[in-house]
């Protein structure tokens, strides 16, 4: 299991895992769930239309979900942003159905794109992986204070010169970037798990940002570990195991912070007349 | 002058156009029936989607219909009772859970699927692997509504029947609310419930709309054309009506364009039904916001 071919796909897949742990906190600070859905998964187009052209799916990816970012925040500033993500997911998925019938590829690697194929990680991944990796995390680390104001205090924000529309394009870029690295891995549809799964937990077990977002990076880990060990054993495709502990992580974490709120309501008043950083929206 | 004669005068004009059989194919006559049902179901149920801003429920809904067809697939029976049973029991879960806010309510959904989608996963993965059913992956995905039986146009009509009843009997109630809730609760509707309800005939219209066009496209026809007629009139029953027309319309071309697609490049072989329909509905939307962009632009310009 950590011998071989494997090495390269515990390396990329973890990577992946910090940047979707970092990025998907912001994601699901923001509400943009529905976002992070609709980019990795509108991506597949990008599979498809490498493998029809016969150049790498890297490139594929990243142009296509770097388009259809750019066009959701477009577009979203004059229609109803979630009218706008779903249709322009639906017409980069029909896309990617048309650049299939053409290049005739069939069912396998269909589902490998969609659903992910840890074990088909190879060398030369990994490199490109990590440079992505660093660029997503540099973004973050740039926009990190401004992107907090504006998706926390949107209103606060524009008053002190932060503009929501170039915020929300930067973030939108940055979950392209993250969707190109990671499409390889988990495959388009569930990195939006991996996004919005751990980060969701986090969120329910602590208020403070910086917490959040570390055991959001370490849940993420955790979920991309035991998923591809289960994955090597069963032979089971991974995006079944992501989707699954992802799920199962946010039910642990909201049954826990019931259960506390539970314990601090009996013990007294003091539970919600918390400090104001605590006051995060959740 | 019979219908048959009526067909063939017009094929004879249409020449250009229509090619040749396209009048005389069942899985066309099937296609056109499906595809209008589903239409108008779609129509009246995606206004709702568009003015409550469910569409990530609708298009969950649609994904996670990919582990119902997929499952369908695997215990030998029809995709439509697949995808229907999972859309339901979905539906259930995410009311269950029920954060009212746009914001949670929007990440229960997130998780929803996530599980479901990772479900879906392992079931493809199954049919894949064990009942070499090569060609259930794209069918269930991206749907072609050629390939809908004939003997299920009953049960589709059935279905569509009982999603337009629930939203003919909750109508008022859940344009009341569906435009504040606050409101709504106020006057003593039961808000809750209501979207309840509502979340049901949804998860219907998405079975339906997959079934032509594949489960995660069929969003398209849930909140493409009501998000398009919106645009063009702000009263609720006469957007329906212009919802309806515009999902009939874009699913017939859709069809028709499918059909002429056989002789064009690359040669021999039809191009999806589904890219056509897709492509037609954002091309709707996109021109129904045309008006607001200019005047908009012609406001800045002379300020």
């Known amino acids: 299991m950590f011998s071989g071919f494997m090495v390269n796909a515990w390396t990329v897949a973890s990577i992946v895992a910090v940047v979707a742990g970092a990025v998907g906190f912001f994601a699901v600070l923001r509400g943009s769930a529905f976002v992070a859905h609709a980019v990795p998964n509108g991506s597949f187009a990008g599979a498809a239309w490498a493998s029809l052209v016969g150049i ?32 322009a997911l639906v017409l ?97 549809t569930l990195i939006f798990s991996l996004m919005i799964g751990a980060p969701a937990a986090a969120r329910s077990l602590t208020d403070r940002p910086l917490l959040a977002m570390t055991l959001s990076v370490a849940i993420a880990l955790v979920t991309v570990w035991s998923a591809i060990a289960a994955a090597y054993t069963t032979d089971y495709p991974v995006g079944f195991f992501v989707g699954g502990v992802s799920a199962g992580a946010y039910t642990v974490a909201r049954a826990w912070a019931a259960w506390r709120r539970r314990r601090h309501v009996d013990a007294g008043p003091a539970f919600g007349t918390s400090t104001p950083t605590a006051a995060l929206p959740s | 002058m019979s219908a048959l004669a009526g067909s063939q005068l017009l094929c004879g004009e249409l020449a250009p156009i229509i090619e040749p059989g396209f009048f005389s194919s069942v899985a066309v006559h099937v296609a056109v029936v499906i595809g209008a049902v589903a239409a108008i179901v779609a129509a009246a149920v995606g206004i709702f989607t568009v003015m409550r801003s469910q569409s990530f429920a609708g298009e969950a809904l649609g994904d996670i219909g990919t582990a ?3 499952a369908a697939f695997l215990g030998g029976v029809s995709a439509l009772w697949g995808i229907v049973a ?10 269950l859970i029920g954060i009212q806010r746009p914001r949670g309510r929007d990440l229960a959904t997130g998780i929803v699927l996530g599980a ?41 009509a059935a279905l569509s029947v009982v999603a337009l009843v629930i939203v003919a009997a909750l109508y008022r109630p859940l344009l009341l609310s569906s435009m504040s809730s606050e409101i709504a609760a106020a006057r003593g509707i039961p808000v809750r419930l209501i979207g309840a309800a509502y979340l049901l005939a949804m998860a219907l219209a998405v079975a339906l709309a997959s079934m032509t066009i594949g489960t995660i496209l069929s969003t398209a026809l849930l909140v493409g054309p009501a998000a398009t007629a919106l645009r063009l009139t702000k009263r609720p029953g006469v957007a ?56 908009a632009r012609s406001q800045t310009a002379r300020a």
């Open chain 1, 92 to 188: 980069m998925l029909g896309l990617g159905s048309l650049f299939l019938s053409f290049s005739g590829e069939y069912a396998p690697e269909v589902t490998s794109v969609l659903f992910g194929e840890v074990l088909g990680i190879s060398a030369n991944q990994v490199a490109p992986t990590a440079v992505l990796a660093l660029v997503c995390i540099a973004a973050i680390a740039v926009l990190y204070r401004p992107l907090m104001l504006s998706s926390v205090l949107g209103e606060v924000g524009e008053a002190r010169g932060v503009s929501s529309f170039r915020m929300e394009l930067s973030f939108l870029a940055v979950v392209a970037l993250v969707a190109t690295m990671t499409v390889p891995v988990v495959g388009t």
């Open chain 1, 56 to 87: 790498n799916t890297l490139v594929g990816l990243g142009i296509f979900s770097l388009l259809g970012a750019l066009g959701i925040g477009l577009l979203g500033r004059r229609g109803r942003h979630d009218v706008v993500t779903a249709l």
């Open chain 2, 116 to 156: 479901f989608l990772g479900l879906a996963a392992l079931l493809l993965y199954l049919n894949t692997t064990f009942h070499n059913t090569t060609g259930a992956v794209n069918t269930i995905l991206f749907g072609s509504v050629f390939t809908v039986a004939r003997s299920q146009i009953p049960v589709i």
């Open chain 2, 86 to 95: 999972f859309d339901i029991v979905a539906a259930a879960v995410m009311e």
């Open chain 2, 240 to 295: 329906i009506a212009v919802a309806a027309m515009l999902g009939v319309g874009a699913m017939w071309l859709g069809v028709l364009l499918a059909y002429d697609s056989f002789y064009w490049a690359p040669n021999g072989k039809t191009w999806p039904v589904s890219f056509f329909v897709v492509t037609l509905i954002f091309l709707a939307y996109l021109i129904s916001g045309l008006p607001a962009w200019l005047g």
């Open chain 2, 68 to 70: 119902g067809g997929s």
